[in-house]
């Protein structure tokens, strides 16, 4: 069962071959099983999970039900989730029951899905190996030694090890595509406004964006399907139809123009992760592509930027956590100011508080124009580069990572070389444009993926373009040994 499509879920539930319950159970079991090994899950949610499967089991039984009916899934911490425990990895959030559900949820709880339980993640979605989490480090199916990856490193490592067959994910900077490289998934980020960030707990707010994580471009279409479009609570959320992104799949690519960026091909790419690369766009050539050398100038840019941005939105978001109003708050503060000193020194972790330390020194007033003024213009030369490309091509292609999953504890001590895991992942978020990672093959047993930008709201096109490549290749059904 596992193993198995959303498609082929879906037909076996509506068929009756499997009830949602059966179906939710065997989740619930294989988590309890799996999940002291990879510890991709914070909170189980057993109960409520077999509740929903008996509603989803009378709309199947009464025929009312939808396509993803009845279907399992897991969901980033980050979400909030009605009376249940949503922490963002932090032990400033660790006794937070959210009082409502985020739009994301909402709707998938309206299509009938089961949420087995909420993902770990790094704190607050900062971090690239989700070593960051206050529930301790998840580890890789692929390598139990190894990072997933982060900061939905949870709900990669979940649907690696096939404990959810899908889950929800969010990208800042990279935390969608980057853990499902390294996890052997195919993950979407989508345009910045395309699904509501409403109950989403706020990072980046510039640059958040939602997006599914799955084994496939046609699981992760029909996630899109539900999770994308307007939600009238969130005011950068866009006011634009949302497709069918099932019915394009099989389009053609005939003729599609590829453009492979150099700067994401130069020094610091494992050259094993390049050979795979170039491997799977001579795969694109076969199916009747053509391949091009772009520049992307300004890519140099992009971490650094992003880490005065990031940081910046981070320290003012981040504001609301003072111990007064929910989350953590120490014991028997003195008076206000040693109440939110000590509730916050308490409650966040390192790397949390450098970046809160980051973002309030560069927001500050004699240093605004310096950081931030001048980040918002590198940012703006960022998206430049992606417009002047897309005149001559239709999507870009690279690496997502400049390497496969490293060992745990390897970059902790080094905050730069961590930033550096999304080198090629974070000038998308500033452009605000879609990006995806899907399965391109493997380097000494672990994977590597393809990173493809499209153009804005070319969420279609994306999921198109990696469907057909998934109709010629296998790597995206392929299961770690010991998750069988
Ligand atoms: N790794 C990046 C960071 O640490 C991106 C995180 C994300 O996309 N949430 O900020």
Request: charged letters at 20%; aromatic letters at 8%.
């Amino acid at each position: 069962m596992h193993t198995k499509s959303l498609s082929e879920l879906s037909a076996a539930l509506h068929s009756g071959e499997i009830t949602s319950v059966e179906l939710t159970q065997h989740y619930i079991d294989r988590i309890k099983t799996h999940n002291d090994t990879i510890n991709a899950f914070i909170t189980l949610t057993e109960e409520s999970a077999i509740e929903q499967a008996r509603a989803a089991d009378i709309q199947l039984q009464n025929k009312t039900a939808g396509k993803l009916t009845g279907i399992p899934l897991a969901h980033k911490d980050i979400f909030c989730t009605e009376g249940i425990r949503t922490s963002c990895a932090s032990k400033m959030l660790d006794n937070f029951i959210a009082p409502y559900n985020a739009t994301v949820v909402e709707k998938l709880n309206q299509a009938g899905m089961v949420t087995l339980g909420k993902t770990n993640m790094d704190e607050f979605a900062m971090g690239s190996s989700n070593e960051t989490s206050f529930y301790g480090p998840v580890k890789n199916p692929w390598g139990t030694d190894r990072v997933p990856g982060g900061s939905s490193g949870g709900s990669a490592a979940a649907i690696a090890a096939r404990l959810a067959p899908i889950a929800t994910g969010t990208d800042t900077g990279g935390s969608i595509r980057q853990p499902a490289s390294l996890c052997n998934l195919t993950g979407l980020k989508p345009t910045y406004g395309r699904i509501s960030r409403y109950g989403m707990i706020a990072f980046a707010s510039s640059l958040d964006q939602a997006g599914p994580m799955a084994h496939s471009a046609e699981d992760a279409a029909l996630l899109l399907n539900v999770m994308a479009g307007f939600d009238e609570r969130d005011s950068t959320s866009l006011e634009r139809e949302v497709p069918d992104y099932s019915t394009t799949l099989n389009d053609s690519l005939e003729g599609l123009r590829i453009g492979l960026p150099k700067e994401f091909f130069s020094e610091g790419l494992d050259p094993k992760v390049a050979e795979v690369v170039n491997a799977a766009i001579k795969i694109y050539e076969s199916l009747g592509a053509t391949v091009k050398e772009i520049t992307l100038p300004n890519s140099d840019l992009a971490v650094p930027t992003y880490y005065v941005v990031a940081p910046a939105e981070c320290s003012s978001n981040l504001s609301r956590m003072d111990g007064v109003r929910f989350g953590h708050r120490c014991e028997d503060p003195k008076d206000l100011n040693d109440l939110y000193e000590r509730s916050r020194g308490e409650g966040f972790g390192e790397e949390v508080k450098r970046r809160i330390m980051i973002g309030t020194y560069a927001l500050s007033a004699g240093y605004y124009d310096a950081y931030y003024l001048k980040a918002q213009k590198c940012r703006r030369l960022i998206s430049d580069d992606f417009k002047q490309a897309f005149n001559d091509v239709d999507v870009i292609m690279g690496p997502t990572t400049p390497t496969t999953a490293f060992k745990l504890g390897d970059k902790t001590d080094d905050p730069v070389a961590m930033y550096l895991a999304d080198i090629y992942t974070i000038s998308t978020n500033l452009a605000g444009l879609p990006g995806m990672s899907i399965p391109a093959g493997f380097v000494d047993g672990l994977p590597v993926g393809l990173q493809l930008i499209g153009n804005y709201f070319e969420e279609s096109r994306l999921l198109n373009i990696a469907h057909r490549y998934q109709q010629v290749t296998d790597w995206h059904q392929q299961t770690p040994e010991n998750f069988k």
